[in-house]
């Protein structure tokens, strides 16, 4: 199979460890590189070998379009909507970093201007693949603790996060979009869809512009009742970031998603527990090496796709589900009422 080829908008934090993660995977090439202060294309390009370095993104995409098959949007999410535009336009396939769009309308917009064009739209959206989430995930699907009825689905931390994404601090909407994308995403992976939800914001930091923590309790279809509660604002004893932390109470047992990727399982006969560490990668910062691990696994979930041998999970019409869930919680929040969905 010829290998597949793309370009990189966005040479940010990110993009430190979405280059070397695809250099982990066979059949794919990076080609050129965009950004708009062009030193630090460049300095990307010099660290990881990639040959054309652009800051007009239109020139990169006029003069690649002939040899691309994708583009990999790596920006801040005011641009997604505007360079998954103009990848549609010329028929290139699309992989957008998390959160889909800067609103529920724009996101609808992306997801449906690619239905348009033809072109395949992803969202790299990767909590869903840390090591210990899937193998909760395979514990759930086998049964052994029965029927989930309840869990919490937990993010609550006091890392100091604006070091690394200073621009964070000055949004409007802070952790449902930033951290929410990734744990309403979990939620659906585990638990599959919300019938309603409401939700409660506050923010603790007084430095920042948006909430820094946020409280969701959802139901399920499945009838299950789910709570996720993220933030930013948690001085616990153990610092847990950047983990997920789960609790699932099924009708035969319950399982424990816990620090240091540890599962401890309970039923009638006893408590075991399982490890379910991330794989390790020279180049991923040991600070997030579980969120960087898992780049790896999307980004080979969704190379699967585009070679043609499907199962993408993270499509953009998957994903938009998952931001519905992030709006709908801040419009409960804001009318302080229950949200049908
Ligand atoms: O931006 C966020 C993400 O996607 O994972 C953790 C993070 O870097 C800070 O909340």
């Not at 059949?27 to 660290?47: K, P, W």
């Not at 949007?73 to 005011?78: G, K, Q």
């Not at 529920?104 to 348009?116: F, G, K, V």
């Not at 950047?242 to 816990?258: F, R, W």
């Amino acid at each position: 199979m010829q290998n597949l080829k793309f370009a990189v908008i966005g040479t940010g934090f990110w993009a430190n460890y979405q280059i070397p993660a695809w250099q982990e995977l066979p059949g794919v090439e990076l080609v050129a590189v965009y950004n708009r202060t062009r030193s630090r294309a460049a300095d990307i390009a010099q660290r990881f070998n990639i040959p054309n370095v652009y800051d007009n993104v239109d020139q990169l995409l006029d003069q690649h379009t002939h040899e691309l098959n994708f583009v990999d949007i790596i920006t801040d999410v005011d641009t997604h909507p505007i360079f998954t535009e103009k990848a549609a336009q010329r028929g290139l396939d699309i992989i957008c970093q998390k959160p889909m769009g800067p609103n529920l309308e724009s996101a609808r917009q992306m997801r449906d201007m690619c239905r348009q064009a033809g072109v395949r739209l992803y969202i790299h959206e990767n909590f869903r693949w840390q090591a210990p989430l899937r193998r909760l995930k395979s514990i759930l699907d086998s049964g052994e603790i029965g029927q989930p009825f309840k869990a919490r689905v937990s993010f609550c931390s006091a890392f100091p996060v604006f070091d690394n994404q200073p621009f964070l601090a000055d949004l409007e909407q802070f952790i449902l979009t930033d951290i929410g994308s990734h744990i309403l995403d979990v939620c659906r992976f585990l638990f599959g869809e919300a019938e309603w939800l409401t939700c409660q914001t506050m923010r603790v930091n007084p430095t920042i512009r948006g909430e820094d923590v946020a409280n969701v309790l959802m139901k399920m279809r499945s009838g299950l009742s789910c709570f996720a509660e993220m933030s930013y604002a948690s001085l616990l004893e153990k610092e847990s970031f950047p983990q997920t932390l789960v609790q699932v109470e099924g009708n035969l047992g319950s399982v424990v998603l816990m620090h240091d990727f540890q599962l401890r399982i309970t039923t009638k006969s006893g408590t075991y527990s399982v490890a379910a560490p991330p794989p390790q990668y020279a180049w991923a910062d040991p600070a997030y090496a579980i969120v960087h691990a898992s780049i790896v696994a999307c980004n080979r979930n969704l190379l699967t796709d585009l070679q043609g041998q499907g199962g993408a999970e993270t499509t953009g019409v998957d994903n938009f589900e998952t931001i519905r869930l992030v709006y709908a919680a801040y419009e409960s929040a804001g009318r302080n009422e229950i949200i049908f969905l």
